[in-house]
């Protein structure tokens, strides 16, 4: 048993962290969430059903950019923020961060075709990807993207092509990876990064580093503009002292290749990351804290180097999308299952099933990620019961949240809202046992709004050629 576990407290009023901003609960006890009520929305749009708090979302956006742009502005420098839409992306949400004052990080095709779609202009997008495709790449440069970022040296050379067959220019990041890997609240310090993305820093040959070649082919292509250095350290961080050691790494290349060739490469990415909160008594990253820091960071790296203070970006997305949305579910089946007489959780643990599951929250079960769970449809004084939130799967790891308190008298009908599953929630979702993904609904001052269709079996059945 976790030692997060809360009783259940379904008294009138705002709710807090992990919960949208502005969730609260009715006198009657049931949660309303952008002043649209549980009930309301489970009749209207069904379950189980992705909720995003629209003036939550907005609001972390704008906290993001006036924090980066302020700490910023104090050392002379400018700072830009990109929303990472790997998070949760789809149209109305690519303009709710443009109406913000953000720019869109993409990594796909799709990503990219709905932020272009959205209205969002070019310039004001990114493109990520390790393994980019000539169609991706080319859509990129035919819509005027402000930076593909280039993930390996063969892309150095596929990038320049696919510009000169266009007859024009690339603006390019060069992403590296500083041996600085983060997550929660460890990181340690590797010299080589044995994963997939980036160039290493590391020079294997005593010589060149991957990352060093790969900005030396970048300035040795006329169709390249070198905008920038890239780096992302990992998710879920709540310590910054992995974006100073990044910081000092990103700009010691920097000055590295200034030394090299003249060439002070304007801007350095220090990625996203930013942890939140997902369980109650949780604190997040505050973005004046992460913003301060990590422009302390770069100005000390900067007077370390003897160089320049850069302009920065960052690309935040769960610390955006995550607490403002929920997942809402209808119980079913519950049952009691009797522990091993050695099981330090008690003698019994409640499972409650609800109407989706790993298909539209993969987290658990991909990352043991921990999440918190209440029942929002009305009050209930029964004393909290240990139990486990799972899925409709036919797979026993189909769980939702593991660990949780719940009223013991839970029941086939009860509303249950997960929280804080507004990244990588929705945009993670399959149709494992051909269980159509949940539509997302947005909600503001009392209005209701689909901004993501629910699937039905017919969509795929469609998709099923016979
Ligand atoms: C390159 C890059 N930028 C930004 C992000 C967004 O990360 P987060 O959602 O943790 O802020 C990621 C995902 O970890 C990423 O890989
Ligand atoms: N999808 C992951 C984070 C990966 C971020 C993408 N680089 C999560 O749900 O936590």
Known sequence: MTASLTEPDARPGPL??????????????ALAVGGVGVHDLAARFGTPLYVVDEADMRARARAFRDAFTAAFADVGAHAEVYYAGKAFLCRA???????????????????????????????????????????EIELALRSGVGRIVLDSEPEVTRVAD????????????VRVTTGVHAGGHE???????????????????????????????VLAREELDLVGLHSHIGSQILDAA????????????????????GVLVGEVDLGGGFGVAYLPGEVELEPERIAKETAGAVV?????????????????????????GLTLYTVGTVKEVALPATSPDGATRLYVSV???????????????????EVVGRASRAPGVLARVVGKHCESGDVVVHDVLLPGDMRAGDLLAVATTGAYGRSMASQYNLVPRPGVVAVRDGVATPIVRRETVEDLLALDLG
């Open 16 to 29: 807090g962290l992990p919960w949208p901003a502005t969730a609260s609960r009715t006198a009657e006890g």
């Open 93 to 135: 949400v690519a303009r709710w961060m443009t109406q913000e004052g953000l720019r869109i990080d993409t990594a796909t095709l799709g990503e990219l075709t709905t932020a272009l779609s959205a209205g969002v202009p070019g310039a004001q997008i990114g493109l990520h990807g390790n393994n980019k495709s000539d169609e």
């Open 162 to 173: 696919a510009a000169a067959r266009l007859g024009g220019r690339a603006p390019v990041m």
């Open 187 to 217: 990181f340690i310090s590797t010299a080589h990064e044995d994963q997939k993305f980036g160039l290493s820093l590391h020079a294997h040959d005593g010589e060149t580093s991957p990352a060093m070649r790969a900005l030396l082919a």
């Open 242 to 261: 992995g974006f100073d050691a990044a910081a000092g790494a990103v700009m010691a290349l920097r000055a590295d290749l200034a030394a090299r060739t």
């Open 300 to 324: 000390r790296a900067a007077q370390e180097t003897g160089t320049s203070v850069p302009d920065v970006s960052f690309e935040p997305g769960r610390s955006i999308a995550g607490p403002a």
């Open 355 to 373: 109407d989706g599951g790993m298909s539209d929250n993969i987290r658990t079960a991909l990352y043991d990620a921990r999440y918190h769970a």
